[in-house]
């Protein structure tokens, strides 16, 4: 395919937490116990910032389909960040509405926005194009349709201490206007075992050293899952993730989302642990669990 290149904590409205971390509804208490773990971070992690991020650099990849509507605050939430970016490298998927005319404006603005455009070819296709375009010595990927906290990269690039680490941190899903989860709901210490069971590391929530995929990439032959396959493929070579268990972004799933498309997921789950295989035997009873997802999945979802 050919491409062409052409701490102040953001107040959320806090939710009363129901099960596997479901919400609904405010509740002050909630709100103050996330307020005290960012400002705890906050504290943990500024002078580490400070010696740390002076002279690296982070570039955004944003991948894009027929997203002007939301687009615009994707890219405002990265420009927005208390660590400034050294370029937001937005990848067009080949849109038919007005993302050119959205992304022209902010080329104009900012020298930091890079636009690249190409034939449609789906997201993870255009996550590679942009790796291949980025520089900087760290990379972070954002969504088109998502916003980040503005003190994202601020919170997650400390943690990063040698050239096989990845840090991530909990978002938040957001389904409607009345229900959203917090995924993962609690700290996660030991996240390469975490992974053999399920994907918790989102696309948007990760920052980690570009070099890191030099050799490895997003897997375009996977209708789904693409994300949490990268991460396998990390682990197996002993790349080492850091979580932060506090919700720095938004994750806002739309109508057309691919996230909804449960024939893609269990077609890309099969996949995985076919793939992953030999990773996946170090966690038997994981393993036979997802095998069990496979089977009794698509079977359970033609009864209802």
């Known amino acids: 395919m050919q491409w062409s290149a052409t701490f102040i904590w953001q107040q959320r409205v806090p939710h ?4 596997c971390g479901t919400t609904t ?3 002050d208490e909630t709100s103050r116990s996330t307020d005290a773990i960012v400002l705890s971070m906050t504290s943990a992690v500024s002078c580490a910032h400070q010696a740390s991020t002076m ?7 944003i991948p894009t389909y027929n997203r002007a509507r939301t687009l615009g605050r994707a890219i405002d939430s990265v420009l927005g960040q208390s660590l400034p970016v050294h370029e937001v490298i937005v990848v067009d998927d080949g849109s038919t509405d007005e993302t050119a005319t959205l992304i022209a404006k902010y080329v104009a603005q900012d020298p930091r926005v890079v636009y690249m455009r190409g034939s449609h070819a789906g997201a993870p296709a255009a996550r590679n194009c942009g790796i291949a375009r980025a520089t900087a010595e760290f990379i972070a990927f954002q969504d088109s349709d998502d ?6 990269l601020e919170t997650l690039l400390p943690l990063i201490e040698g050239p096989d680490q990845v840090a991530f941190c909990s978002i938040r899903l957001n389904r409607d206007e009345a229900t959203s989860s917090i995924l993962p709901a609690g700290f996660v210490a030991n996240p390469a075992r975490m992974l053999r069971r399920q994907n918790i590391v989102s696309t948007q929530a990760a920052v980690l050293p570009r070099s890191l995929l030099d050799e490895t990439k997003f897997d375009t032959r996977l209708p789904r899952l693409q994300d949490w396959d990268l991460w396998l493929s990390l682990t197996a070579r002993n790349v080492r993730f850091q979580h932060v268990p506090v919700p720095l972004v938004q994750v806002n799933v739309q109508a057309d989302s691919i996230t909804r498309n449960s024939e893609a997921y269990y077609l890309a789950l099969r996949m995985i642990l076919w793939k992953h295989r030999r990773q996946f035997v ?8 997802n095998i ?13």
């Not at 002279?55 to 990849?61: A, G, H, L, T, Y």
């Open 292 to 304: 069990a997802r496979v089977v009794v999945g698509p079977i359970l979802r033609k009864t209802v």
């Open 282 to 289: 170090r966690s038997p009873y994981e393993y036979l669990r």
């Open 25 to 27: 509804g405010p509740t």
């Open 147 to 152: 916003e980040w906290d503005p003190h994202l």
């Open 16 to 19: 009363r937490r129901h099960g």
């Open 55 to 61: 002279r690296q650099e982070i570039d955004v990849v």
